[in-house]
């Protein structure tokens, strides 16, 4: 993958969506505002960050907030550039390239329209290869380097930039912040180095999601074996194909929370709950923890194989549930205690996926 163009979108949009594990924000609007970016401004150039000079500046941007605001606040598109140099202009140095800090819903797909408008390459590497609700949330957290300082943008021009002792003290800022700007802004976070990145950054993760979303097409084609290609090249295992049979829906502090109860189509009684947080993060099975974070729970429609975000999951759906494996940079002490259940608040012991 050396350029990104308009049409490698569609299949890239696919891919994040998958990863968002049901949240990271609706990709629907990003691609749009991706295709636009390309076809106005041009290919990106995608770079490896050990391809960089190791001392250049990387910044992020990225949606921050409740998916469900972005269904009715649509991005005005102005905002994301807006926090890259907001976060520049404080930091008194010029990024060389854009990297998304998620691979996983929207904030894969937004910062490929900022690289395109402001004539810069993407980094092939993220922060976390799936989407997850707060700030300090990602690998770099693990390795102790900060998220801050960070800036936040609206879509009206307000910046605020702050700076920040530690990574839980940038989620509350920046949190609060978002809430009296609407809900839904834009962020640039972890401003490091090109070295920084790839010696602790997950390596790659656009061309994994690229190659996710092209097995996952297969499927959508009804290719033969395409199914169980899937999940055996993914790493996935099916849990469950269910009917969404009740639902509780709720915006508190920032985020999207929901419980969704799913009944099986075989007839046998078995029910399924997934718990979210702008992403899905537990599902019990009749009971049981069967799939935790940070491991991904994702919801596929039965009959096309799309990907379901929690946005529009809807009583009686009827669908697919999968794990799949976080990426291995994850494992690594502190990964429990960062993005396990614990730290969302459940008392549920970590679960990895049977082999």
């Known amino acids: 993958m050396d350029l990104l163009t308009h049409d490698d979108i569609e299949t890239l949009c696919l891919g994040a969506t998958l990863l968002g594990t049901g949240g990271g924000g609706d990709p629907y609007v990003a691609k749009l505002l991706a295709q636009q970016a390309l076809a106005t401004y041009g290919p990106v150039r995608v770079t490896e960050p050990g391809d960089l000079p190791p001392d250049a500046l990387v910044l992020t941007t990225a ?13 005005a598109g102005t905002e994301f550039v807006g926090s890259v140099e907001a976060l520049a202009s404080y930091l008194g140095k010029e990024p060389v390239a854009i990297m998304s800090i998620e691979v ?9 329209a900022t690289a395109a408008e402001m004539g810069l390459p993407i980094v092939n590497a993220d922060a976390m290869r799936r ?3 707060q700030i300090e949330m990602t690998v770099f957290t693990l390795a102790g380097l900060p998220a801050g300082p960070l800036s936040i943008a609206d879509e009206k021009g307000n910046q605020c930039v702050f700076r920040t002792t530690d990574n839980h003290v940038a989620e509350s800022l920046a949190r609060a912040a978002v809430i009296q700007l609407g809900m839904a802004n834009a962020i640039s976070c972890y401003p490091l ?18 190659q996710v979303a092209g097995l996952l097409e297969a499927v959508q084609r009804a290719d033969e074996g395409a199914w169980e290609r899937f999940l055996t090249e993914s790493g996935s295992v099916e849990f469950f194909r269910g009917k969404v049979v009740d ?11 929901s419980t969704v109860i799913l009944e099986d189509l ?21 009971g049981e923890a069967v799939i935790t974070t940070p491991n991904l729970i994702c919801l596929l429609d039965c ?5 379901v975000t929690t946005e529009y999951v809807a009583y009686g759906n009827r669908v697919i549930v999968i794990g799949m494996p976080c990426a291995p940079e994850w494992h690594r002490p502190g990964m429990l205690e960062l993005v396990g259940p614990e730290a969302f608040g459940y008392d549920v012991d970590f679960v990895d996926l049977p082999r």
């Open 63 to 75: 949606v921050i907030g409740a998916p469900t605001v972005t269904l009715e606040k649509i991005p």
């Open 104 to 112: 996983g819903g929207l904030n894969t797909l937004v910062p490929v």
């Open 131 to 133: 989407a997850f609700p």
């Open 193 to 210: 180095t090109a070295g920084q990145i790839d010696e602790h950054g997950i390596g790659g993760s656009l061309t994994y999601c690229g």
């Open 247 to 257: 639902l509780d829906r709720r915006t508190t502090a920032g985020f999207a929370r």
């Open 266 to 286: 075989d007839g046998t009684g078995s029910t399924m709950r997934i718990e979210v947080q702008n992403e899905n993060l537990i599902a019990f099975r009749d």
């Open 303 to 307: 009959e096309t194989f799309d990907p």
